[in-house]
């Protein structure tokens, strides 16, 4: 039934009760294609009949409909034509994970990141009242992304504006790990009770509320919609699913699930080798130092294992971690308070999420030098994906920040003497850029660490500045220059907020090129801080980091290879 679904309107001509082998067939595409390609597992299974159902009921692509985050949206996609990319081996690779407008009309937004879709379907019901249209408005919302701030601020503005929209809660009990937050109380009552306790946020704000606790029976939902997609005022269905459902590994631990590499059907078990990765260097590191200083607090915004923070280890830090949800804002805010009030606090936080924070890193941390430490993951081109979760952007924001110092180690080593400056200083706030490739350091580390560059190897005629996960391309690049009898310098800047003037100043005068290599937007990076600084000299200055467009999907060595960032266009670039 799966591949003759072309549309929604396929998807209506299959008798009701037979609705229940097309979500085995979904459940068993899904299952078969992420075991072979790594995906959103978890996520997607629990949304199989609800789904189904939504686009059973409602008429896409008229009436909008618009998923939060939109890691659950491969059934939607299996039944808007794209099924192929679930089904058929030659076309795994077809699509990306999220919402994408270019793929397909019934994709409306390209998304990514949470706590936006009510925003977003606020939006598109006032203009279709403003152009006198009658179409529906749909947005699912999980109950994980509930805990992001913007959330309310449009469930706020939904109250009150009005008119036909179908808020889905789609409430599994979990975010990526567990919820952490008073709202999820609230959500357990209404749970328990099924959906009749007095006390109900969404009454509390004036929306008409239905609950529905048979998420995962795809007539249950089918009838629960069909009740209110003709609402005339803001109505939230508030739906119990399971997340993982129909796999047993993932409903046992949803966690290990929500995204996951390649793994055997029949066990459960993940393919390939684990290898150490910048995670786990900082738990053990960091969870040594917690055990001797009750001061210090390591913060997540419900990425806990982002910072090497599984189940048993949150459970045994105890109120020494604290997971806030999805709340960059408040994170960030939140340490700064910590800071000021005394205690060590650390927040790790995927880079691609941290920009949701920028207010709060400028204001509330900067600003005054309230001294918290920023561990900043995955802004390397290996550990991103597409437009929505790249971290091309850090160096720009962090790198302007008043106040803000911004350390981009080469080693791990260098990493963990950074983290332990960070943590036991009180006079800035500082984030790491961690990198992504695990080594040793070139040079022995100066007892004392001082956010100043370092000169790795001293050559004449041309010097590479490269930042962070960028050094070892630099040193394959100094040795190809040495091969042709060019001497080259190679420094590493180790601070990427501010210039170290003097080190510049001594390379003037027997220099001719520098190149600057950065994992990041070229325009506005770091290096053109560098090529600003010697615009009035004779030194000619060659910028290498990341064209940025709206890069949608991208194999990152391709992606290097295209910006320039290779020892070949290193050799180009370092003659007149």
């Not at 005339?232 to 046992?252: L, R, S």
């Not at 066990?267 to 786990?280: H, I, R, V």
């Not at 390397?380 to 302007?400: A, C, E, K, R």
Request: with cysteine; charged share 20%.
């Amino acid at each position: 039934m799966l591949n003759k679904i072309k549309n929604p309107q396929d998807l209506k001509k299959i008798k009701v009760e037979k609705l229940n082998d097309l979500c085995a067939e979904i459940r068993e595409a899904l299952i078969q294609k992420i075991s072979t390609n790594g995906g959103h597992l978890a996520p997607n299974l629990g949304m199989v009949e609800l789904t189904t159902a939504i686009h059973y009921v409602f008429e896409a692509p008229t009436d909008k409909v618009v998923f939060d985050v939109s890691h659950q949206t491969y059934v939607h996609k299996m039944l808007t034509g794209r099924a192929k990319a679930f089904t058929d081996p030659k076309h795994y690779t077809d699509l990306n994970g999220f919402s994408n407008p270019a793929e397909s009309p019934y994709d409306l937004f390209t998304l990514g990141h949470t706590s936006t879709a009510l925003s977003l379907a606020c939006g598109l019901a006032k203009a279709r009242d403003v152009l006198n249209q009658k179409h529906r408005v749909v947005t699912v919302i999980g109950d994980g992304s509930l805990s992001g701030g913007q959330a309310f601020e449009a469930l706020n503005n939904i109250a009150e504006q009005g008119g036909n929209i179908v808020v889905i809660i789609n409430d599994n009990a979990m975010s990526i790990a567990e919820n952490h937050g008073g709202y999820y109380q609230n959500l357990e009552k209404l749970r328990a009770s099924n959906g009749t306790a007095n006390d109900n946020m969404f009454r509390a704000l004036g929306l008409d509320y239905v609950y529905e606790p048979n998420g995962n029976d795809v007539h249950a939902l089918i009838k629960t919609l069909q009740q209110v997609k003709d609402c005339t005022c803001p109505t939230v269905v508030h739906v119990h699913t399971i997340k993982g459902y129909g796999y047993e590994p993932a409903t046992k631990n949803p966690e290990n699930y929500h995204y996951c590499g390649p793994f055997d059907i029949a066990t459960g078990t993940m393919k390939g080798t684990p290898s150490l990765s910048y995670s786990e260097i900082t738990y053990q590191h960091l969870a040594t130092k917690m055990a001797k200083d009750p001061s210090m607090v390591v913060v997540t915004a419900a990425t806990p294992k982002a910072i090497g923070f599984n189940a048993e280890r949150r459970q045994q830090s105890a109120g020494q971690f604290v997971d806030v949800g999805i709340a960059e804002e408040h994170a960030i805010a939140f340490s700064a308070g910590m800071a000021k009030g005394g205690a060590h606090a650390i927040f790790g936080v995927q880079g691609s999420f941290l920009q949701r924070g920028f207010d709060q890193l400028h204001q509330d941390l900067a600003l005054d030098n309230n001294p918290a430490t920023l561990l900043v993951f995955g802004d390397h081109v290996h550990g991103m994906g597409g437009s929505t979760h790249n971290g091309f952007y850090d160096i720009v924001q962090l790198g302007n920040i008043p106040n803000l110092i911004y350390l981009a180690p080469i080693s791990k080593q260098q990493y963990l003497q950074m983290l332990d400056w960070s943590i036991e200083q009180n006079e800035h706030s500082v984030a790491i850029r961690v990198p992504d490739k695990i080594i040793d350091d070139p040079l022995p580390l100066s007892k004392k660490f001082t956010p100043k560059s370092r000169v790795i190897k001293q050559g004449h005629g041309v010097a590479i500045i490269a930042v962070g996960s960028m050094y070892p391309l630099a040193e394959q690049a100094v040795a190809a220059l040495q091969a042709h009898n060019i001497n080259a310098t190679l420094i590493d800047p180790v601070c990427v907020s501010s210039l170290d003037t003097e080190m510049l100043d001594k390379i003037e005068p027997n220099h001719d090129i520098v190149i600057t290599l950065e994992e990041g937007a070229k325009a506005g990076g770091f290096g053109q801080k560098i090529a600003s600084y010697f615009g009035d000299s004779r030194i000619k200055v060659r910028n290498l980091g990341i064209s940025i467009g709206l890069t949608q999907d991208f194999e990152p060595d391709k992606l290097l290879a295209q910006n320039g960032l290779t020892v070949e266009n290193i050799l180009l670039q370092s003659t007149f």
